[in-house]
């Protein structure tokens, strides 16, 4: 059990992932929304994958291909480098980052349902539970929540919840890429191992979104095979323990904001997460045949 006070109700450990999974798709819903396109085109990006890299870099300031490679960790470094330093000559990251956020807000109230959905109680409450959960995460060897850290608090509730949704994604992001390295896999064999779990994207929705060839990603089975943690393309016994402990250790890391809310809070995060996130599925917040069937559960 997880607890931070002996004498207050302890948090089922479970209950990490499942407010993790429950709040995520309120921030990723942008990077398959046609507004942040919209947005960010307008102040001089150009579409696609430039819009990505540069509005989730952007609030580090006008970082370099290696930063960005560095903490988002399972794209291609060629992917990275075409899009990146060239984005900042065309808009500057403060520039970025208010497009970004007005592209969220428009899309998360597309998806919601309207002007009239998103002004429900359970938006604005869901809003301020996550903001007091984020008030005990901390940057140190986490760059790319430092950075979104920074950013002031939005005071209308759906940016408020994009804003809260993002900072507990690129914390707990930070803390898995660590978990990653200290299971001595490179950024392209996490990717690979994660797909091989079925549990997140297909194999050719993670290699077309990620920048990776055909080449690139057979070398990569070939080397996990030969760690046996890879056979005939799913993981090995000793493949699923490796992810077992990544995501086990993954959830650690990301623990804090949820042992502060507690129990209750906590459940309550996750019943309006999963409430908020079914609507945004519903509403076709993400294209077919990205994400496997289980991944979608």
């Known amino acids: 059990m997880v607890s931070a006070d002996r004498s207050a109700p302890a948090l089922d450990p479970k209950d990490v992932a499942r407010a993790h999974r429950a709040v995520e798709p309120l921030h990723n819903q942008v990077y398959f929304s046609p507004e942040q396109d919209e947005y960010l085109t307008a102040v001089g990006l150009r579409p696609g994958r430039m ?124 803390g898995h890429v660590a978990c990653l390295l200290r299971a001595g ?15 997140g994207f297909t194999e050719a929705a993670a290699r077309a979104t990620r920048g990776w060839s055909e080449q690139e990603w057979a070398a990569a089975c070939a080397r996990l095979a030969e760690r046996r943690l890879l056979a005939d393309g799913g993981l090995t016994e000793e493949g699923l323990r490796l992810r077992a402990e990544i995501e086990a250790g ?15 809070r906590t459940a309550r995060v996750i019943a309006l997460g999963r409430q908020l996130s079914a609507r945004l599925v519903e509403n076709g917040a993400y294209p077919a045949d990205t994400f496997t069937a289980t991944a979608r559960r």
Do not use: I, K
């Open 51 to 174: 819009c990505y890299f540069a509005g989730r870099a952007a609030p580090m300031g006008a970082v370099g291909p290696g930063a960005v490679t560095a903490t988002f960790a399972n794209f291609a470094p060629a992917l990275v480098a075409r899009h990146v330093p060239r984005a900042w000559t065309l808009a500057g990251p403060e520039q970025v980052v208010t497009a970004r956020l007005d592209g969220a807000r428009a899309s998360l109230t597309r998806l919601l349902g309207g002007a009239e959905a998103v002004a429900a109680p359970e938006v604005a409450e869901l809003a301020g539970l996550l903001r007091e959960a984020c008030t005990v995460l901390t940057p140190e060897g986490r760059p790319l929540y430092a950075g979104h850290a920074d950013l002031p608090w939005p005071e209308e509730p759906v940016p408020a919840l994009w804003h809260g949704a993002t900072l507990l994604r690129e914390h707990r992001g930070d």
């Open 250 to 264: 993954t959830d650690e890391l990301s623990a804090a904001p949820w042992v502060h809310l507690g129990p209750e």
């Open 185 to 199: 896999l490179s950024g392209l064999e996490a990717l690979v191992t994660h797909t091989a779990t079925g549990r």
